[in-house]
């Protein structure tokens, strides 16, 4: 039996790489497949790895759902690669299965059980949907069989939608802790990231920023997020200051941020985004964190770091309050 884990960030590889632990599997049964251009310099995997990014940016969720020729010809590249390279059943380890990608390898049949692996670190509410109602029944009831006219890759794009996984009888979740997959109906098992040695040097009494991708996102306007930015840095900054930006910032943001050190006169150094968060709150102890809401925050809060997290005060927000509507994401001091 393969076990084929699906991974798109730091985040769900280390994730994984602490379910392939906690399972005890077998290196010739381990197959991790990257996508979203994952690169993975940190850490030697004994077990076969494979890169899909290609096949996962050429078929984009939205034309999958829309167009039936590159859903057609999607769904023949997913099971060609199945037969060529999985060659037996397997278990599949996606981060959700709101997306097709994830559910052409679930649908296929080959794959005997599907389970989810920890992506993130902030709990969502409303990407669960556990009791549909009977307009939700009925709208993709309608989409999937009259629309979409397959069983292999599915709406709603919520990450679990009743009755989704319907090869099985039950979920199995691997997380660091039982906050992620809190309203996931499932068993969940916490899992320990592998203890990496990275060489970054963290000053004593120092604090580190983590910014988020969150105006390229339109979760928050750009003047609102850059005020937060300001009066956060102001308030928790130190004699020395670490920044980790997000990829999706833009230069004008960065710079603009940078601006407010300076006008403070307070060191700072920008952190090589090459090298996973993750490992830097595993290898050090007592670090001061400072965010507006990054997953990355609650992460180094399990691991007993002093977090500053001021993600209410973008509950002023018009779009920040639609993102909180939307996701039913929880705010740092409700988990």
Known sequence: MKHVFIINSHTTFFTAVGCVDFL???????????VRNYKNSIMKCDWETVDLSQIFADYPAPRIWRERKLRTN?????????SSNIKSNYKLYAPHYGHPFFQAFYSNQRCV???????GGIPFKNTYIVNP?????????????????TKRVWMPHEWYYKGILYKQNKIDSFATSDSFFHYLPSDNHIVKWPKISVNVDIEDN?????????VFHHFVESDFYLECCHRMIVEDSSPMNYLRFHP???EEEKEKILSYFREINKKYEIMDT???FETIILCNKHLKIAGLGSSLLFFARDLDHSILCHDRWLSKSVLYKRYKKVSGFLYFDET
Request: proline content about 3%.
């Open 113 to 119: 059980y599907g389970s989810y692996i920890q992506e």
């Open 248 to 250: 999706a910032q833009s």
């Open 206 to 214: 120092s604090t580190i920023f983590i910014f988020d991708g969150f």
């Open 133 to 149: 109602t009977i307009k939700q029944k009925v709208l993709y009831w309608a989409i999937n069989s009259i629309y979409l006219r």
């Open 74 to 82: 999607f769904i023949r590249i997913i099971d060609e690669f199945v």
């Open 274 to 276: 090459s090298i996973p």
């Open 24 to 34: 005890k599997l077998s290196q010739p049964d381990i197959l991790f497949i990257y």
